[in-house]
């Protein structure tokens, strides 16, 4: 599986998306801060994830994610989902 991921930081509240094919790998990189473009805004919480069984589809979700487009609509399910819940969601396309 491939995934298209969202953190947000405690910290200033900004969100950062992202892909990976190793999602508990990659999150774990960045709490530990050995991502330099998430290190500086730790600690951060997984907010939302996409699953998907193709590397193209995640890596066009992830880049969608970062349009204007798409983050509306990202911030529009992420709305939905605010609870005091951990995890918060999970999608497999």
């Known amino acids: 599986m491939f995934y298209t991921y969202v953190l947000q ?3 200033d509240q ?3 998306v992202g892909f990976s094919a190793n ?3 990659r999150i774990e990189a960045h709490k530990l801060g050995r991502v330099g473009i998430t290190k500086d805004r730790r600690p951060l919480d997984l907010v939302y994830y996409e699953a998907f069984k193709d590397e193209s589809a995640a890596r ?3 880049l969608f994610y970062k349009t204007g487009q ?3 609509i990202l911030n529009k399910r992420l709305s939905f989902l605010q609870t005091d819940d951990e995890i918060k969601c999970g999608r497999v396309a």
């Open 9 to 11: 930081s405690k910290k």
């Open 14 to 16: 900004r969100l950062y």
């Open 23 to 25: 999602l508990q790998k």
């Open 60 to 62: 066009k979700q992830e």
């Open 70 to 72: 798409g983050r509306r």
